[in-house]
């Protein structure tokens, strides 16, 4: 009986949590409207997430009749994570609070990840992040690291040293990084962890029926039904790189197109290899004409996926996302809905295409959400969403 009720408690704090960090603060007139609960269950949670030191208080909501209404907030600093993003090019690590403000970057970029390497930067790097953050390691609270699955395949397509690349096949990396990593360690795959950014921290985090493409050395994204990442039964959903574009030349699937890679490789071909144009400003006017010619492709591709994924789930949003900067972002969304209007929708609804909020940091702060969403949020029912 104890268990049910603590059971029961748990729930209906995170209940109340997930609505703030929804809401942005709320009242506990509101809390209790929204969740069904009674108000006195409501002023019990309310209190002890107050002594957890979960939320803060706001100004009192003055001009009502009766006692003035005070408004309730999380508190960032109640908590503070690691992000840690293992790339195909760059590892990022950061420290996101619990609002999901990034408190620190630090970032590194590499020809190939080995876990010889990875462990490298994060014993160099995390130090000097936890400086930044002004932070002791013994005050955050958990670590989340995103990769790729399966981070050894794919070689044919990127240029990986194979028996370095095979070192992760057998790698736990929450096992093995334990030592140098504040624990406790969840791991995710890196595009799902990007769309997790998204929901949990993210300017589209009100779009509960979504598709999210990050583009990125490779392409991948997630998916958000009914308010919540579907990771499906081995956690690859929103895995689109093998996607099947028709009449567009230089290969069969997004991938071929729709990826840096492949911008990579129309800049070698006009005489621009990687290590002159690989980009680390928020300029990428040196690229041109070539990235005019990638955005162009990229757009129609991803119009062609969008049109396949909107016949087997009826989406309302796509999110674009990127390691580029926002102009490119903003281009490409462009880019993707001038093509989309063009295509044969008939059967499908025609979702409304929407830039992401993060860029290249996305999937290094959606490592740290893991954290969030696992302990303070909820799975969204429909009772949470008619009441919403």
């Keep these: 009986m104890g268990s049910n009720q603590t059971s ?25 409207r929204k969740t069904g609960l009674s108000a006195n269950a409501v002023s019990m949670i309310f209190r002890g997430l107050e002594q957890d030191n979960l939320l803060v208080r706001d100004a009192p909501l003055r001009g009502r009749i009766g006692q003035p209404s005070v408004p309730l907030r999380l508190n960032p600093d109640a908590r503070h994570y690691i992000g840690l993003k293992i790339g195909r090019r760059s590892f990022d690590i950061v420290v996101v609070d619990f609002c999901g403000a990034v408190r620190a970057r630090r970032s590194g ?48 397509d990127f240029k990986g040293a194979t028996p370095e690349m095979e070192a992760w096949r057998n790698f736990e990396a929450g096992q093995q990084l334990d030592d140098v990593l504040p624990g406790p360690i969840l791991v995710e795959n890196d595009a799902t962890a990007a769309c997790r950014a998204e929901w949990t921290f993210g300017k589209q985090s009100d779009r509960p029926d979504s598709i999210y493409f990050f583009v990125g050395t490779f392409i991948g ?52 290899p990687a290590e002159e144009w690989m980009p680390s400003s928020s300029d990428w006017g040196a690229l041109e004409p070539v990235l005019t010619d990638w955005i162009a492709r990229a757009g129609r591709s991803l119009a062609h996926a969008i049109v396949s994924t909107g016949a087997v789930i009826d989406f309302e949003h796509v999110i674009i996302d990127g390691a580029f900067p926002d102009a ?38 959606g490592a740290a959400a893991l954290h969030i969403t696992s302990r303070y949020m909820v799975e969204p029912d429909t009772s949470l969403r008619a009441r919403d």
């Design 8 to 32: 029961v408690r748990d729930h209906n704090e995170r209940l109340v949590l997930h609505l703030i960090r929804r809401h942005g603060v709320l009242t506990k007139a509101e809390a209790t």
């Design 109 to 156: 970029v590499i020809d190939y990840p080995t876990p010889a390497n990875t462990r490298s930067f994060v014993k160099a790097e995390l130090p000097r992040l936890l400086r930044s953050a002004g932070l002791k390691r013994a005050q955050v609270a958990g670590t989340g690291i995103a990769m790729p699955t399966a981070i050894w395949e794919w070689l044919d």
């Design 221 to 272: 994204g997630g998916i958000v039904l009914n308010g919540n990442v579907f990771k499906g039964c081995f956690g690859n959903s929103g895995g689109f790189g093998p996607l099947r574009i028709p009449d567009e030349p230089g290969g069969t699937r997004l991938i071929d197109h729709a990826s840096l890679m492949t911008l990579e490789r129309m800049l070698a071909a006009n005489g621009r």
């Design 328 to 365: 490119v972002r903003t281009r490409l969304r462009d880019m993707v809905e001038s093509h989309l209007h063009r295509l044969d929708t008939q059967g499908i609804s025609v979702p409304e295409i929407l830039p992401g909020s993060f860029g290249g940091a996305a999937r290094a702060i």
